[in-house]
């Protein structure tokens, strides 16, 4: 009892509230475990959930072009739109945390799935620009709040439904499909809202800056014109440049078949959250009947006090920078990557299948470096070390060829960002699941919250930056690589200590109970 007991709380220093003593060590042990194979159809409807927010989330970046035309926006607009999902993360954290402690699982995930349901249908209801810039402003602060618990709460549905030797692989699967989500809306988004080029006449004096006369065809990109400011629906409203087109086109960059495509894709992102909404309101409990390990059933910190212990720790604001100038960095980065690779004449489409395969790889990363841990039973450091120091290389020669300091070449381009990314992502849910360990028995959702409310205050200032007009990209790069650089040595310096895995074991030896490492 000793031994468990300086495992939950090694500084001897009172506990209150919902805190360890010797009668609920005796407790968890009478409760017995048991796992249930519904934890695998609970674990796909909390990735879905995941999934389909981050790709709402993400709906507007690899769709720029378009939607500057259709709505009249611009790269500040863009950039605003992506930062609502910092912004909610960052004020919504602590209040779902709270709910997921005092209400559980199921009555968390109705609240989120309901809020991104109706935000996804207020972005349904009109593309007129100036109403629908404030429902779709509306609509992702809406998301933003419903992913705060998918973003937050993998360790804690793998805490409760799964075996000691399958937690991290759970987690990893539970923070994995977010960015799958995100890696698809790369894909999905241009291939239904389609960038287009728009032939022109051979101009009388001179053709437009921005354009980009290609092949003597005189075929104008569409992005030249918009990055200027002109609007065209049916005629030029800023500038007496109706000339340059045939007369007889009245819509020269196709607007209302845009229009008509995002439409689409909006209904479609729509159409997911409904059917998700329906599926948690069927069957999504709070917790099994019984818990798969004794460390499950065992009762957590109460709340304010775990907020204190997690202020005070060390480790814990190693880990969390780690996670937040390397993961968090490289988000934000991903969610603007079609306006920084624009810079190197690297388009809407082809940024948009760069993003797929970088987040693509990180989902695969992630479970692949958490089912190596997971084996290993340990070694969680080490992999994240290993993670940090190959991703900031690939970031460092992705920078130099964007520079021009190194050749450039679209190969390096894709493996550079894509090796970036899969150790970015890679790495997250072993974070989260070094700090679990670290801090048991805090419990584990305010522990991931505490996290993410960390990362998205420090990625915001990425977004927020690029909201500054007239700011360009330049310094872009030089801040992602600078983030993902300082990880190395914050984790390196990181004491590992796998508190909540020895309890398990320990309990197994105290109780006779059989529980899996």
Avoid at 8 to 31: L, Q, W
Avoid at 203 to 210: D, I, K, L, M, V
């Amino acid at each position: 009892m000793d031994d468990i007991r300086s495992l939950v709380d090694p500084t001897s220093e009172p506990v209150v509230g919902r805190a360890f003593s010797e009668s609920n060590v005796v407790k968890a042990a009478m409760t017995g475990t048991k796992t249930y194979k519904r934890r695998w159809y609970i674990l796909a409807l909390f990735c879905a959930v995941g999934f389909v927010n981050y790709m709402n989330w993400n709906t507007w970046d690899p769709i720029e072009v378009s939607a500057k035309g259709v709505l009249h926006w611009n790269n500040s607009d863009i950039a605003l739109l992506e930062n609502w999902g910092l912004i909610t993360l960052i004020l919504g954290t602590t209040i779902v945390t709270w709910i997921l402690d005092r209400k559980g699982m199921r009555f968390t995930m109705i609240i989120s799935i309901t809020l991104m349901t109706i935000g996804a249908g207020l972005r349904c209801i009109t593309l007129d620009p100036v109403p629908a810039t404030w429902l779709i402003n509306i609509g992702q602060i809406l998301n933003g709040f419903g992913g705060v618990l998918p973003m937050a709460g993998a360790p804690l549905l793998s805490v409760i439904w799964f075996p000691g030797h399958q937690r991290r692989t759970a987690t990893a699967a539970a923070t994995t499909t977010m960015y799958v989500g995100l890696a698809l809306s790369f894909v999905i988004g241009p291939a239904i809202v389609k960038e287009r080029k728009i032939p022109i006449q051979p101009p009388t004096n001179q053709a437009p800056s921005s354009g980009s006369v290609m092949n003597q065809s005189y075929d104008i990109e569409v992005e030249g014109l918009l990055n200027e400011g002109y609007w065209f629906n049916g005629s030029n409203s800023t500038s007496n440049w109706t000339d340059l087109f045939p007369a007889n086109v009245t819509d020269p960059i196709g607007l209302s078949k845009q229009r008509r495509e995002i439409k689409l894709l909006l209904y479609l992102e729509f159409g997911a959250c409904v059917v998700l909404f329906i599926l948690v309101l069927l069957y999504f409990p709070a917790k099994p009947p019984k818990p798969p390990t004794a460390s499950a059933s065992s009762t957590r910190t109460e709340f304010k006090l775990g907020i204190i212990k997690i202020v005070r720790s060390r480790n814990f604001w190693k880990v969390s920078l780690v996670y937040s100038l390397y993961s968090g960095f490289m988000t934000s980065y991903l969610s603007v990557l079609g306006v920084d690779l624009e810079n190197i004449n690297i388009h809407q489409q082809t940024a948009g299948w760069v993003g797929f395969y970088c987040t693509l790889a990180g989902a695969l990363g992630s479970i692949m470096f958490a089912r190596i841990t997971d084996m290993m039973a340990g070694g969680m450091k080490t992999v994240v070390l290993l993670g940090c120091i190959v991703g900031a290389v690939m970031f460092y020669v992705f920078t130099m060829v964007a520079k021009g300091f190194f050749p450039m070449s679209e190969g390096t381009v894709y493996a550079t960002i894509i090796v970036a990314g899969l150790c970015a992502n890679g790495i997250v849910p072993l974070l989260f699941e070094i700090s679990a360990e670290l801090l048991y028995p805090v419990s584990e959702e305010l522990i991931a919250g505490m996290m993410v409310m960390v990362q998205n205050s420090l990625a915001m200032l990425i977004l927020l930056v690029m909201m500054i007009p007239n700011i360009g990209v330049a310094w872009l790069d030089w801040s992602v690589l600078a983030g993902i650089t300082a990880s190395v040595p914050l984790i390196a310096l990181v004491k590992e200590k796998n508190k909540r895995l020895k309890y398990d074991k320990l309990m197994a030896q105290d109780s006779q109970i059989n529980v899996p490492s």
